[in-house]
């Protein structure tokens, strides 16, 4: 799988870096822009965020993506 681009809402919290265990551990004041469109991981057509509105990816991401 190439490196996504854009992340809905749940596989960011799998797979950014503001989570751990899907609870969010990043900075205090943060502002998202979410725009509608495709997940690059899972497909669904939803709201999407940029990588950085997640922290980024993990950096073993590829470990996460099919860790349920």
Known sequence: ????????QP??????????????VG???HI???T???CDVCGKKTAVGDLNEFGGLKKDWTYYLNRR
């Open 1 to 8: 799988m190439n490196t996504p681009k854009k992340l809905c």
């Open 11 to 24: 596989c960011g919290r799998k797979l950014g870096g503001f989570y751990i265990d899907e609870r969010f």
């Open 27 to 29: 900075p205090a004041t």
């Open 32 to 34: 998202a822009t979410y």
């Open 36 to 38: 509608l469109r495709c």
